[in-house]
């Protein structure tokens, strides 16, 4: 940079002394142009000096008058997916959805094997149950936003069988944990599990507005049960939209079955669960409490297991 403006420099003199002999325009120009050549470009070079040397100066001294509503739609939508990518996961394709297959494809259920299961993430053993359920809400939130459009038919929880697969009574505590912890996030604020109701009809599980039956499975369900496991050594907790039920157009609850000739989606459940030998209880009203049936007690005619107490206050009786 200095190189060039001497040479304009120099090239201004010469000009001027060749034309200064006689005064005339030309002469006039020229002294100005040398003028111009000697303050102008100097201060250029002081400039290009100053830059230079205020390198290290704070280029991001003082804050941004921007406002969030004047960012682009671009640089939110970017930043809202890196936000989705971080706290989310393939959910079709996680252990829980994949050991959960073998219950899928050998329950009696004649939707099952079709279904569309998303599934918690795999298990960390040095993280808390509540821990590890909460690393699934997001996707659970996903889950229950998209179920009606993508014909979704459950949402599965993995616990290990080894810490809360022991006993009836252990199963229903960690069934409660689980859907506390879901409880305690939903978006609108509902938390249907802090409800009093609980044990009472007129209770459902609902997340964000959705609505979900529960059924559970565990290791320590006999043969004979509807919620055996297949071998499984985990247990399971799955939540299935009712609105997968009308998708599936299972029709209406009824306490009546046609056993001899099986007519509706119902009677072939129940009809197929009984030549299984796992028949469940079917009450005589369409009308009792939902939660009885999230933790089914080992036999059929057992005393109703109050999962959704907690266990220092639990009773064990039936209501």
């Known amino acids: ?39 102008g470009l100097k201060d250029n070079v002081q400039n290009s000096k100053d830059t230079h040397f205020d390198s290290k100066k704070n280029l991001l001294k003082g804050k941004p008058k921007t406002e969030l509503e004047d960012v682009s739609p671009e640089v939110l939508q970017k930043i809202h997916k890196d936000v989705y990518d971080l706290v989310t996961y393939d959910a079709e394709n996680t252990d829980s ?15 099952a094997k079709r ?14 149950l509540e821990e590890n359920v909460y690393r699934s809400v997001p996707t659970f939130l996903k889950f229950v936003n998209l ?6 038919d459950g949402f599965v929880y993995r616990l290990p069988g080894g810490t809360f697969g022991t006993d009836v009574q252990t199963f229903g505590q960690a069934v409660r944990r689980t859907l506390t912890v879901l409880s305690n996030h939903d978006p609108r604020g509902q938390h249907c599990m802090d409800q009093t109701y609980i044990g009472q009809k007129g209770w459902v599980f609902e997340f964000n507005g959705v609505t979900c039956f529960i059924t559970t499975f565990a290791p320590f369900y006999p043969e004979n049960s509807s919620r055996y496991g297949f071998e499984s050594n985990d247990c399971y907790i799955f939540l299935q939209p009712e609105v997968s039920f009308a998708q599936h157009d299972l029709g209406p609850d009824s ?30 009203t369409v009308y009792y409490p939902m939660s009885h049936d999230v933790v089914k007690p080992i036999g059929r005619d057992d005393e109703i297991v109050k999962w959704w107490i907690k266990d220092d ?6 209501t």
């Not at 959805?97 to 939707?111: A, H, S």
């Not at 179920?147 to 979704?152: D, E, I, T, Y």
């Not at 056993?259 to 009809?271: E, G, L, S």
Request: charged share 20%; with cysteine; net charge positive.
């Open 97 to 111: 959805v994949l050991d959960f297959e073998v219950i899928k494809q050998n329950t009696e259920c004649i939707f």
């Open 147 to 152: 179920c009606p459009v993508l014909g979704l």
């Open 1 to 39: 940079m200095v190189r060039i403006v001497t040479v304009v420099r120099v090239t201004f003199l010469v000009i001027f002394l060749c034309t200064s002999l006689v005064i005339s325009w030309t002469s006039v120009i020229a002294l100005i142009a040398l003028l111009g050549s000697l303050f």
């Open 313 to 318: 206050d639990k009773n064990w009786s039936r």
């Open 255 to 284: 306490p009546h079955t046609n056993w001899i000739d099986p007519k509706t989606m119902r009677d072939r459940i129940r009809v197929a669960y009984a030549n299984s030998g796992r028949e469940y209880l079917i009450r005589d």
């Open 115 to 128: 279904a569309k299961v998303w599934g918690s993430p795999s298990w960390r053993d040095e993280l808390t």
